[in-house]
């Protein structure tokens, strides 16, 4: 007479238990997506910090006249010219531009590269607030703008 409660998780003959799994995996990932999206909005920054900076430099670079990439520092003494093609120093350079051009600011202020005590270096724009990790794009990359310590 009296009926033994039916677990829940159990499935009763209505209803097959993979359905029932399923709908718990639904709830579990719609749970996590709520808590990254709550934690992206909220600003809160997940990266590690830097290292503490060592060396810092102020950077101007402008097109020559025959393609190549003219380097100046903040005294406007010319310190480097790189010629030929140079995939990567000009897409950093275009990718921080872009970002100066889309936020409507001009592109007077230099950049900053900075060498930090594990090693690391950032090419940052104080004008934007952007920042590419230089050592991302591997040694051989990051070496182009060592020279420019």
């Known amino acids: 007479m009296n009926n033994p409660p039916t677990p829940i998780l159990q499935a009763n003959s209505n209803s097959p238990a993979i359905p029932v799994v399923a709908r718990w995996i639904l709830v579990g990932l719609a749970i996590l997506l709520v808590g990254v999206s709550w934690i992206k909005q909220s600003g809160v920054d997940m990266r590690e910090a830097d290292a503490p900076i060592v060396w810092k430099k102020a950077l101007h670079f402008e097109d020559g ?33 872009r970002e100066r051009k889309k936020r409507s600011i001009s592109g007077e202020a230099a950049f900053e590269l900075s060498g930090h005590a594990d090693g690391q270096m950032v090419l940052r724009d104080p004008a934007t607030g952007e920042a590419i990790h230089l050592a991302s794009f591997g040694p051989s990359n990051a070496q182009i703008y060592r020279q420019l310590q």
């Open 65 to 97: 006249n025959h393609g190549e990439i003219l380097v100046f520092d903040a005294t406007q003494k010319h310190i480097a010219t790189f010629e030929g093609e140079q995939g990567f120093l000009r897409g950093t350079l275009r990718a921080l531009a």
